[in-house]
Every structure is written in structure tokens, then in C-alpha cells.
């Protein structure tokens, strides 16, 4: 389980964010989301897990994910908001010209905590979306996993395949 940030406040605003790993533990094991710091202050590079978290409400289709990089002790280092459609997108959902272009391109989550190095946590994960087209594919893939989980499954309707007792009835 995932405790390390208090999303009380985001809570009041929006449904609550749920980690991947909360949703789909069996998955969590196989598939991975870390990064590896190597070009930074020397008590900083390392390897860090990525938390990504997504909305739970069923009928959202916000195709974005909050990103938290957390230490080996756990700790949240940055929170970290990003959506892989256009502006666009995102102005039809109702975000302002800013709001979109700023999801767009990954900005620091203002209404969570940030560590003294965020800014650099922020710089390393938007480098490798932007360097390694297939993390981004990743994101999208648990993105699409975890909705499919959240969403009450459509139900087919049962067909009544006897015939009507007065079908045959004669006038």
C-alpha cells in the first residue's frame, strides 16, 4: 500500500488518485516503473521507483498520471503531473491554455509535496518521456489497465430465446 502522501486536500478537489500497484497488485511485480538518476549530486543518484497514480472515477477519461518519484526508503522526492494528449485535449476537458499546455509538457504538483530537488526529479522523468517514447507507451498501457479495473464491466443483455406463450394463439 501506498502512504507516503497525503492527497487529503487534492480529495476535496477531485476523486481520489489510487496507485497502479494498489489496483492491480498481481501486476506490480511484472511490471516495474523506476528511474535511474546518474547525472546528478552524488547523494542523489540512484535508482528511484515511480508511483503512478490515476483517477478512480469510473466514467473519467482524463488520459494523464501523477508520477510520484519516491527514494529507497520510501520517501516521496517529487510529484510530478503529466497527460500525453495534445492541448487540445485537455482544453476540451476544461483546462485553461496554461493548464493544458503546462500538462502537456509535465509540471510539479503544486497541491502535493515537493523536495528541496524536485526541479531535478521533474527534469529526469521528463527526459526519459521524452527520450524513451516507450515509457510513455507504459504510462498509457497501466493508464488503459487500471480504467478497465475501475470500470463496472458492461453487461450483455440476456436474450429470451423461448417463444412467447400467446406467440401462437389464434384470434
Known amino acids: 500500500m501506498f ?21 492491480l497488485p498481481h501486476l506490480a511485480h511484472i511490471d516495474v516503473c523506476k528511474i535511474l538518476i546518474t547525472e546528478a ?14 483517477c478512480q472515477e469510473a466514467g473519467c477519461d482524463c488520459r494523464k498520471v501523477t508520477i510520484v518519484v519516491m527514494d529507497r526508503q520510501k520517501r516521496p522526492r ?3 503531473g503529466y497527460g500525453w494528449e495534445s492541448p487540445a485535449f485537455y482544453r476540451k476537458w476544461g483546462l485553461d491554455p496554461e493548464g493544458a499546455w503546462m500538462l502537456c509538457r509535465g509540471y510539479l504538483d503544486p497541491l502535493c509535496y515537493q523536495s528541496r530537488h524536485a526541479e531535478l526529479f521533474l527534469e529526469a522523468v521528463l527526459s526519459m518521456l521524452r527520450d524513451a517514447p516507450e515509457s510513455v507507451d507504459k504510462f498509457k498501457r497501466r493508464y488503459g489497465m487500471f480504467k478497465d479495473a475501475v470500470s463496472p464491466k458492461k453487461r450483455r443483455p ?5 417463444v412467447p406463450l400467446n406467440s401462437n394463439r389464434s384470434k
Open 158 to 162: 440476456v436474450r429470451n430465446t423461448a
Open 41 to 54: 549530486l552524488p547523494e542523489l543518484n540512484g535508482l528511484y521507483d515511480l508511483v503512478d497514480l490515476y
Open 3 to 23: 502512504y507516503a502522501l497525503n492527497l487529503n486536500s487534492w480529495n476535496n478537489l477531485m476523486p481520489p488518485l489510487v496507485p497502479f500497484d494498489d489496483k
Open 78 to 80: 517529487a510529484t510530478i
